[in-house]
Each structure stands twice: as structure tokens, then as C-alpha cells.
Nanobody, 123 residues
């Protein structure tokens, strides 16, 4: 599967953005889809995941502010980001994986990655 993320941009603190990740392939519905982010000088970190069955998990830092969703008919996963903070500034990546082995927040469990999209939140 090939992934293409979009929707990044610059926003003031407290604002909102919606990221999209379009996937190629006819088996999108079978993949678990994740969002990760990487801030300058930091390691890539987990943000959210939506599994093939629709269940979700979030990093504590974004819980209550971000919402992950998917539209299997459009082969697209979304990340709605609300109440953005300067510390949310990062390059955001979407990723895909199959199966349930390993931790859902571990980058090594995801075999497919899209190019990132930059989100900048100013104070």
C-alpha cells in the first residue's frame, strides 16, 4: 500500500487542522492505520491508531483533542486536530500495518509509511 499525507499547515494555538492520508490498493480496509509525528531533534512518536475494525487509541498528549477516523470507501484516514498547542508542532506521518503482534504505538510494527506533512502551531 502507498500512502500520501496532506493537510498540514500553520495555525495559531487553539486552532484546528485536519490531516488526510490517502492510500492506494484495494485492501485498505484490512490495514490498521496510524499517525505518528516527529518534532525537530526528537524521535518519531505515536499519535493515534485506528484498527481495521474501527477501534482507536491515542497518545496521552493528544487524548481529548485529536480524533482519528477512516473512510474505507475513499481509502482515506483522517486526523482531526483541535485545540492545537505549540508542542504539537511536528512533521506528521501516516502509517499502515497488518496483524496484531507487537505494540500499536511502536513504529517498527508499521511496514508502510507516507511522506510527512508539516504542522506548525504558533503561540
Amino acid at each position: 500500500v502507498q500512502l500520501q499525507a496532506s493537510g498540514g499547515g500553520s495555525v495559531q494555538a487553539g486552532g484546528s487542522l485536519r490531516l488526510s492520508c490517502a492510500a492506494s490498493g484495494r485492501t485498505f480496509s484490512g490495514y490498521h492505520m496510524g499517525w505518528f509525528r516527529q518534532a525537530p531533534g526528537k524521535e518519531r512518536e505515536f499519535v493515534a491508531v485506528i484498527r481495521s475494525g474501527g477501534s482507536t487509541d491515542y497518545a496521552d498528549s493528544v487524548k481529548g483533542r485529536f480524533i482519528i477516523s477512516r473512510d474505507n470507501a475513499k481509502n482515506t484516514v483522517y486526523l482531526q486536530m483541535n485545540s492545537l498547542k505549540p508542542e504539537d508542532t511536528a512533521v506528521y506521518y501516516c502509517a499502515a500495518r497488518l496483524g496484531y503482534s507487537g505494540d500499536y504505538d511502536d513504529t517498527r510494527q508499521y511496514g508502510y509509511w507516507g511522506r510527512g506533512t508539516l504542522v506548525t502551531v504558533s503561540s
